[in-house]
């Protein structure tokens, strides 16, 4: 079985979320994420990618990176940039590239899935990559890097998918790379999560060292207590 299960989000106020909005934090080198954050005070980045608020001579793995992104990450916090639902949830999230359309479900999965394999992995790991989003997870006490997984296809998936999307959105807009970005709340978790529990496996198509590391800070937590 693969186990879905709804969480409380932490996301960004419906007014800023285009400004919230950032590319993934490896797929840019620090000038180009300062670059992208320039003039605008709400880019993750700034969380993702904190070294970009610090002198150019401070080492990306330096302690002053991680404690400077858990400021700025409760900074948006507690001006409200980000907010908290009130209530675990699954989101949908589209994105649309001209013709192209494709649609995700945002959840937690399990762990205890990826050690076990039944998260199935086709690459290896760099342990400093790994290093660096283990602490910034424990920095924050927030996993803020989402793990791309695919799944065989299921047919009672995407009428359930479709009838979700008939509801306003939280959040839509068009990216300055021209991609639209959509995301919905869904109201019938507990179908999704039956489907989910159908499939065998799960398969990681990005985000190995975000998995990795989701891994390692839960083996950290449990020896601290």
């Known amino acids: ?24 934090y490896d797929v840019v080198n620090r000038e180009e994420a300062a670059t992208l954050a320039h003039d605008n ?26 404690t400077k992104a858990a400021s700025n ?5 507690n001006r409200g940039v980000l907010i908290q639902d009130d209530a675990p949830s699954l989101y949908l999230y589209r994105l649309q ?3 192209h359309v494709q649609v995700g479900i945002a959840a937690t999965f399990a762990v205890d899935e990826y050690d076990s394999g039944l ?15 283990t602490r910034h997870i424990l920095q924050l006490r927030a996993q803020t890097g989402p793990v791309f997984l695919a799944h065989r296809p299921h047919p009672g998936l995407e009428p359930l998918v479709t009838a979700e999307m008939e509801a ?12 639209v970005h959509t995301l919905w709340k869904v109201q019938n978790s507990e179908a999704f999560i039956s489907i989910f529990a ?13 998995a990795a590391s989701a891994a390692r800070t839960r083996e950290q937590l449990r020896s601290e207590k």
Do not use: C, N
């Not at 990450?73 to 916090?77: I, K, L, N, P």
């Not at 306003?168 to 068009?174: A, I, Q, R, S």
């Open 41 to 66: 005070p709400y880019s993750f980045l700034h969380v993702s990618r904190a070294e970009i608020d610090l002198d150019p001579h401070v080492a990306p793995y330096s302690d002053e990176v991680y």
């Open 198 to 210: 159908d499939m065998p496996s799960l398969y990681i198509a990005d985000g190995h060292h975000r």
């Open 1 to 24: 079985m693969s186990i879905l299960r709804p969480f409380q989000a932490l996301r960004p106020r419906p007014d800023l979320a285009s400004q919230v909005a950032a590319v993934p």
């Open 119 to 133: 998260i199935k992995k086709h690459e290896k790991t760099r342990k400093d990559k790994e290093d660096d989003r």
């Open 73 to 77: 990450f409760h900074d948006f916090v």
């Open 168 to 179: 306003p959105p939280l959040y839509g807009f068009t990216a300055p790379d021209g991609i």
């Open 97 to 99: 590239m001209g013709s």
